[in-house]
């Protein structure tokens, strides 16, 4: 609890005075005020977090958090649990669509096991693989079924926290200028959902898809098990680590550590979807200065997803009808902020191209 307090305790307020200056920069270049529209409003964004406007994006990478959920046992998902397994080791080979969008940006995969149900480390006989790289950070073999029972101890539930801080923090001495969150876990859109209802005050019957692809009845299942859950547990919903604990999952809180830990350090978090928000939402609770270090790649297919934009009030870039997790829509995030930074860079004024400037009415 003492690395995270120290974390929490050290997150400052992005810098209005560098949003303005990005603002007074796009005011002058050769175009009508305007007219990039979000693309502007990225760089102002981005430009705010890092406290500056003459930072550039070098250094990108995805973290791809992983665990187990002992929720699987209930039928909440259409997958069995060893995929989560298979599913890393896919990863680890660069044959995911993660690692395929992570090329075409030039963007870095950090896999992190933060409690996948085996021996991660046999899948490789190193930690390096090409553009893709794995830390274990793991805090349990999984989750316990939340139905019965609290998913984790308090003090797993931090742990898991601080393995996201550890993971952001360890690759800062590469260089780091912008943070993608991803995930791989089966059944961990149960636990998002929960947090969702828990934390967002909504009816678990809003809160609650189809997840992997559940057919009706596998879905009402679903929404039994979440609201069993809730009723055991009774997670405390003015205490993120309470709720966490008793219906969350390892990776999620390994997405609320990467939240809280790139906040720290003034980098911005390009958030993927549905279980990337929820661990979004942990973080958001346990210091709400981190709100403004967010950016909503996308909406995903997965209903709830939405809610959960509108607690954090994000308005996302894209709409894709996507619903894979990985950290797929925050890689395609990542390129529209580069883009965005660039424009501010690279493009010339109205002095310097010798473009009259707009007639004032």
């Known amino acids: 609890m003492e690395r995270l307090q120290y974390i929490l305790n050290h997150i400052e307020d992005v810098s209005s005075i560098a949003y303005d200056h990005a603002r007074a920069a796009f005011s002058a270049l050769a175009i009508p005020s305007g007219s990039l529209g979000r693309l502007e409003e990225l ?25 187990d959920h002992g929720v699987a046992e209930e039928g909440v998902s259409a997958f069995p649990q060893q995929v989560t397994m298979q599913m890393v080791k896919n990863f680890l080979e660069g044959g995911a669509a993660v690692n395929v969008l992570a090329r075409h940006i030039g963007a870095k995969v950090i ?14 006989p190193s930690n390096q693989c090409g553009n893709q790289a794995l830390k274990i950070k ?16 308090r003090s797993e539930a931090i742990q898991s926290i601080e393995a996201g801080i550890e993971a952001l923090e360890e690759e800062l001495q590469d260089g780091l200028d912008i943070v993608g969150t991803g995930d791989m876990g089966i059944a961990n859109t149960t636990p998002s959902s929960a947090i969702l209802a828990v934390l967002g005050g909504v009816y678990v019957d809003t809160a609650t898809g189809r997840g992997t692809g559940l057919n009706e009845e596998s879905l009402q299942n679903k929404i039994r098990v979440i609201k069993k859950a809730i009723e055991v547990n009774k997670p405390n919903p003015h205490d993120p680590i309470d709720v966490l604990a008793k219906v969350g999952g390892y990776e999620i809180g390994g997405i609320a550590g990467l939240c809280l830990g790139a906040a720290r350090h003034r980098i911005p978090v390009v958030l993927d979807g549905f279980i990337s928000t929820a661990g979004a939402m942990i973080a958001n609770a ?18 709830g997803h939405k809610l959960m934009l509108k607690h954090l009030g994000k ?36 002095h310097d191209a010798g473009v009259s400037k707009p007639c004032q009415a």
């Open 43 to 67: 760089a102002m964004v981005y430009a705010a977090a890092k406290g500056g406007v003459n930072h550039k994006i070098k250094h990108k990478k995805v973290f791809t958090l992983a665990g």
């Open 138 to 153: 793991k805090v349990g073999l999984g989750t316990k079924n939340m139905a019965v029972g609290p998913a984790m101890s």
């Open 111 to 124: 896999v992190v096991d933060c409690g996948v149900a085996a021996d991660v480390t046999t899948l490789m």
């Open 286 to 303: 346990l210091e709400p200065r981190v709100n403004r270090y967010l950016i909503a790649s996308h909406v995903s297919a997965e209903k």
């Open 315 to 350: 308005s996302p870039l894209l709409d894709l009808n996507m619903r894979l997790g990985e950290g797929t829509g925050a890689l395609l995030g990542i390129s529209l902020v580069e883009a965005a930074v660039k424009l501010l860079h690279e493009m010339a004024t109205f």
